[in-house]
């Protein structure tokens, strides 16, 4: 249909703007693949909002946080589906997740390039809960932090950006948003697209070793242990009670169906999560029967922890 001179000028010129601006033709072709994020708890109400981006069908990758302390959802608009966590990755704070609907999105290319400071970067992502927004910014270093590798940004970033991606100037994933510096300005980071590519193809959990999962429970549990309790659901007494639960059902995952590492599990959960100690040592129990529960002395001695 043509709209006369001035109108046709004008949709050429928008094209033209769009061809010659790598940041919008990077939106254009990444924004309806990064998707909101949220967990629920069991009436519904909300807890966390990030981002997450397709990467195979049915399937995104976004941070561990993100996802953790009750109900995943992905949302588009006023629909939200629900979606399960396959994978996890605690060293680097990535999960993949899985949806059980086809979503008319394409998957986002995961970049096998190098990167290096001072190449363009556009992150896309949820700040605030303003869903697919977009900031450019440029490599600034690439560093290991706690023996971790990250990849320095410029691109600001604010809460709900977490788990969405950071793109080259050619649209393929570099990295994930997974934090900022909060005493820093403009300090951002991100985790290596090649920890996203690696725990795609994991047949197990990318933490097998349990004791780097201990580790997180043990020291969130030395913070729960000073806190004052309370039974208000947004209090951070219930807040680190929530991630430490969270992270107890995460190292069940892990233990899979090993008697060995179920053990493990319930010798971690003894003295602090008895529904975890109990299951753990039941599961071990029912595939090694000539193994004795772990949580029979403690019941016995009705020391049960709660």
Not at 133 to 138: K, M, R, Y
Not at 141 to 163: F, K, M, Y
Not at 193 to 210: G, M, N, T, Y
Request: net charge negative; proline share 4%.
């Amino acid at each position: 249909m043509v709209y006369g001179g001035d109108n046709v000028f004008f949709t050429s010129y928008v094209n033209r703007v769009q061809a010659a601006d790598p940041a919008a033709k990077v939106y254009q072709e990444a924004a309806s693949s990064v998707f909101v994020i949220s967990v629920r708890d069991g009436k519904g109400a909300l807890r966390s909002i990030g981002a997450g981006f397709l990467v195979q069908d049915k399937t995104l990758a976004t941070n561990l946080h993100v996802v953790e302390g009750g109900d995943v959802f992905l949302e588009q608009g006023t629909v939200r589906i629900p979606a399960i966590i396959e994978k996890r990755d605690l060293t680097n704070d990535l999960a993949i997740v899985k949806v059980g609907v086809e979503i008319s999105a394409a998957p986002l290319v995961l970049s096998r390039k190098k990167t290096a400071p001072g190449e363009n970067v556009f992150a896309i992502g949820n700040p605030e809960g303003l869903d697919k927004s977009i900031s450019t910014g440029i490599i600034s270093a690439i560093r290991e932090l706690d023996g971790r590798d990250l990849i320095q940004i410029t691109a600001p970033v604010s809460h709900g950006s977490s788990g969405g991606p950071v793109l080259n100037s050619e649209g393929e994933v570099v990295g994930i948003t997974v934090a900022m510096l909060k005493n820093g300005q403009n300090l951002n980071f991100a985790v290596p697209v090649r920890k996203v590519q690696e725990l795609l193809v994991s047949k197990a959990l990318a933490f097998s070793d349990l004791s780097t999962l201990f580790k997180k429970i043990d020291q969130l549990q030395a913070v729960h242990d000073q806190q004052q309790y309370s039974d208000d659901p947004e209090s951070e007494w219930q807040g680190t009670f929530r991630e430490i639960e969270s992270l107890f059902k995460t190292a069940l995952d892990v233990a899979g169906d090993n008697p060995d590492s179920l053990i493990q599990v319930a010798e971690e959960a003894k003295d602090k999560n008895g529904e975890i100690l109990i299951t753990a040592s039941q599961r071990a129990t029912d595939l090694n029967p000539q193994r004795n529960p772990i949580y029979c002395s403690v019941k016995d001695s009705n020391s049960m922890p709660s």
